[in-house]
């Protein structure tokens, strides 16, 4: 494949960290640019990212392995840096052929623990189904994830340019033709901090999912999930393998009152549906300007 993706800059304002009054928030003006994922420069970058997307998890793969795999298609996905080409990437979004890779250990032990997730969540029960033995659907795992306090509007541009460098790779016989695109997520729930059970919770407003298992409000770590879901076949939040305890959660407070509870998520595209997908997202950011 031909390079033909140039850097895109962009200057948006985001929170930077909390001043001792919870009224006086830094704001910070940033130029952040778009780039295609550098081998040079990306690993170390990306594996932390990776690490943080599959949280408690993450120790189940071999994550280096799973970064040399995106590196290994830098003309597929983008990097979002705010200090040059050789910085380290504050965000990045990429698609991997599930089937294509399938016999890579660190892919194999990716689509088993997807299809084992997926098994403890009724409303995942298509995903699974997917990846059967007698199924040779074309998968896309989508991968995206940035650093806290990164504003989501960082989004929608790297999904534009995977959209039209999976549209380029297609036209050059690349492993790209999808059936349907995976994309693995996160959200949370609040929990009662198990420091203050005595004491009475403050009601706090925050955005929440649809998505509301076993009677407990679900929240989304990335906003962009609302939007996926609409288009979405399945979606659904799963358990992750390493629980973690009370003290973990309580450490992760997002919220003066309560701790947060980290849990995994998986979003169904069917790929006919990926571009209007794209377009109802960039659509969906540019209003919450």
Avoid: C
């Avoid at 200057?11 to 001792?20: D, I, P």
């Avoid at 799973?66 to 050789?86: F, H, M, R, W, Y």
């Amino acid at each position: 494949m031909v390079k033909r993706k140039e850097p895109q800059k962009s200057h948006k304002q985001f929170e930077g960290e909390e001043s001792s009054s919870d009224e006086d928030t830094n704001m910070l003006d940033v130029e952040f640019e778009w780039f295609d994922p550098q081998p040079e420069h990306d690993f170390h970058g990306l594996k932390t990212l990776i690490r943080q997307l599959m949280d408690v998890d993450a120790q189940l793969f071999e994550l280096s392995a799973l970064t040399d795999l995106i590196l290994a298609q830098p003309l597929l996905g983008s990097t979002v840096k705010v200090d040059g080409n050789e910085s380290d990437p504050y965000a990045f979004l990429t698609v991997l052929n599930l089937y294509e890779h399938r016999e890579k250990p660190v892919i194999a032990s990716l689509i088993q623990y997807i299809v084992r997730r997926a098994s403890t969540n009724p409303a995942l029960s298509q995903i699974r189904e997917l990846f059967s033995q007698s199924n040779t659907a074309q998968v896309g795992l989508i991968l995206t994830e940035r650093l806290i306090n990164i504003p989501s509007e960082v989004v929608p541009p790297m999904y534009n340019m995977l959209l039209e460098e999976i549209s380029w790779a297609v036209e050059e016989k690349e492993p790209y033709t999808f059936s349907h695109y995976l994309i693995l997520s996160k959200t949370y729930q609040e929990i009662v901090s198990s420091l203050d059970e005595d004491k009475p919770q403050k009601k706090k407003k925050k955005r929440k999912s649809s998505d509301t298992e076993q009677g407990n409000d679900t929240f989304y770590f990335h906003p962009e999930d609302e939007v996926l879901h609409r288009q979405a076949s399945a979606y659904g939040s799963f358990s992750y393998v390493k629980e973690e305890d009370d003290g973990q959660a309580d450490s992760k407070r997002a919220f003066q009152d309560l701790g947060i509870k980290p849990q995994g998520h998986m979003i169904l595209l069917e790929a006919p549906k990926f571009e209007s997908t794209v377009k109802a997202l960039e659509e969906f950011m540019g209003a919450s300007n």
